[in-house]
């Protein structure tokens, strides 16, 4: 069985929207002041030891725009590894290495868990990951917390009566002040 490993970017206050410039959010793009070859590294790391990318619609469609312009080893490995996506709208799923997971989300990615034996990477995908975490399927979480408050946004955490408890099992502090934190889903 594989594990879910959920990734992400977050700031200070929680928020996860537009890290990498994507429109329509005030502060897109809030990533790119803190990203050096540090922080790719770890980065880039995580892909390599992937079996899978797991995405939902509005970030594959954001991946599959960018990712397949780049060149080098990091977008090498990202635009060749699979990629399975949670979409209503499979047959826009086009990008190499890419299938589209159909019916329901949780029940789709239980059985892709079940028959994968490599880690599978979520990033981004904010919606996904939090139904994913709601349904008990997450292993992992690793985010890389940016040192900068928000105020507005989407978070990856939203309001909820149900307490998640998390493991820290290891962090990182970069020179800018940037934190890597690698916590397992207790439970």
């Given at each position: ?18 890290p ?31 079996g ?22 990091f ?18 799923v ?5 299938i589209?997971?159909?019916g ?15 880690p599978?990477l ?14 008990d399927?997450?292993?992992?979480l690793r ?13 990856l955490?939203?309001?909820?009566d149900?307490?998640?408890e ?22």
């Amino acid at each position: 069985m594989a594990d879910l490993i959920v990734t992400e970017f977050v700031s200070l206050d929680g928020v996860m929207e537009a890290p990498g410039g994507e429109p329509g959010y005030a502060h897109t793009g809030w990533v790119h002041p803190y990203m050096g070859e540090e922080q790719i590294e770890p980065k880039f790391a995580e892909v390599q030891a992937a079996g899978s990318h797991l995405l939902g619609r509005v970030t594959y469609e954001s991946f599959a725009g960018a990712w397949p312009e780049r060149e080098g080893p990091f977008a090498e490995r990202i635009n060749s590894m699979p990629k399975f996506v949670v979409t209503g709208s499979p047959e826009q799923v086009t990008w190499e290495s890419s299938i589209a997971l159909e019916g329901d989300a949780i029940e789709a990615v239980r059985e892709l868990k079940e028959s994968e034996s490599e880690p599978l990477l979520l990033a981004g995908s904010r919606t996904l990951a939090q139904s994913l975490l709601a349904a008990d399927l997450v292993d992992e979480l690793r985010l890389m917390v940016i040192p900068v408050v928000l105020g507005s946004g989407d978070r990856l955490f939203p309001d909820s009566d149900r307490k998640l408890e998390l493991r820290l099992t290891d962090s990182r502090r970069f020179e800018n002040g940037v934190l890597l934190n690698t916590y397992r889903v207790a439970g």
